[in-house]
């Protein structure tokens, strides 16, 4: 089925049903969920055709889902060689095939992150211009927009600046079509803010990317640490898979800590129980600001296509969270964008004028 077969959707969304940890039935929850508030999307799902059947019809979205039968799962344990050798009769090479054969504007996956990274560069190829994919994900921050967009997050494990200017690129070009900022605000992420510290390709990416930022339309507000990734003075945070994979883990650990530590200290004492009860309006407040499935979804960057890796962990609200920034994006046309963008920006960098990167 083409996305123009389906006159009554104003956007198609191809979803993997089976990548997740707990397998279809969170999918197909948060996919209801999804729907309830956008009826006019339609859902390609991707799986086995004789389980999906089940919790489709029992959720009542069968209008809104069109099932695609794939025999065989992309699980948590598999190689991404071995996908890429025998993974063509997947949920997961299925659904991003919708996107390469434009059927879909956006896949959602919540498989195997190595195996989904290789099935779409495979599949839908690197962008022109672009040399390492990136994975940027949402971090709750201080903000108004109450997110900042970081990459990588961990497609791949080195960048050297070439990489680092792309993935600026990539970064406000995400921020302002997924966040609404018309000029976003790029830092590279040092260990620390003085122009003498970090590596060698920091600080010659350091200087491309204030060469590229006027012509960019993104405002470049130098080196920036770890303690900025939450804060206020930056909207995007640039840095290596390597660093940002760690600081990614690193920040959803200890969100989870504080919301468990909280919850044992409210249950110590009777005193805490009533302190906790005239705190609840507060204490839910912050547990929705720092619930790791609100921004449950990263986003590959640098492809001929859109795609959004879920947490294999994903519950319903999750995988809601992950088809809603999908979504989002689908309409926005932000693929085009963003390839328009890097191939310009690559282009110009390739004669020496990182200056004259264009805009969207």
């Known amino acids: 089925m083409s996305a123009t077969d389906q006159s009554n959707a104003a956007l198609i969304i191809s979803v993997d049903a089976m990548g997740g940890d707990e397998g279809p039935a969170p999918i197909v929850a948060g996919l209801a969920r ?23 019809t029992k959720r009542k979205i069968g209008k809104s889902v069109t099932i695609v039968d794939a025999p065989d799962v992309v699980t948590m344990t598999d190689k991404p060689s071995h996908v890429m050798r025998h993974g ?3 949920s997961m090479w299925s659904a991003i095939d919708s996107v390469r054969n434009k059927d879909a504007s956006v896949c959602v996956s919540c498989g195997n992150t190595g195996a989904l990274m290789a099935v779409s560069m495979i599949r839908l190829r690197k962008a022109e211009g ?21 990459l990588d997050a961990g497609a791949d494990i080195r960048a050297d600046e070439d990489d680092l200017l792309t993935y600026a690129l990539m970064g406000a070009s995400y921020a302002r079509n997924g966040l609404g900022l018309a000029k976003p605000r790029v830092g590279l992420l040092n260990v620390g803010t003085e122009d003498h510290k970090g590596r060698a390709e920091l600080k010659v990416a350091h200087n491309m990317i204030a060469t590229a930022a006027p012509r960019g339309e993104f405002e470049y507000v130098g080196f920036v640490e770890g303690s900025d990734l939450p804060g206020s003075r930056v909207d995007v945070v640039v840095t290596d898979g390597f660093t940002g994979n760690i600081a990614l883990k690193t920040g959803e650990g200890t969100a989870n800590f504080v919301s468990d530590s909280l919850r044992a200290a409210f249950k ?18 912050l547990k929705k600001k720092i619930d790791p499935r609100r921004v449950n979804g990263g986003v590959f960057l640098g492809l001929n296509g859109t795609v959004v890796k879920s947490h294999g962990s994903a519950d319903a609200t999750g995988v809601a969270a992950a088809v809603e920034l999908a ?28 200056d004259s990167a264009t805009k969207d």
């Open 327 to 354: 979504a989002q994006l689908g309409r926005s046309g932000f693929s085009d964008k963003l390839a328009a963008r890097v191939a310009s920006a690559a282009a110009l960098t390739q004669d020496g004028q990182t």
């Open 130 to 150: 672009v040399n390492r994919p990136a994975i940027a994900c949402l971090w709750p921050s201080r903000n108004k927009a109450g997110f900042n967009v970081m």
């Open 34 to 56: 999804f729907l309830g508030s956008n009826p006019d999307t339609h859902i390609l799902l991707h799986g086995r055709k004789a389980d999906l059947e089940p919790l489709v």
């Open 268 to 285: 110590t004492t009777w005193f805490s129980r009533i302190a906790a009860l005239l705190a609840m309006t507060s204490l839910n407040r």
């Open 88 to 90: 063509k009769s997947t």
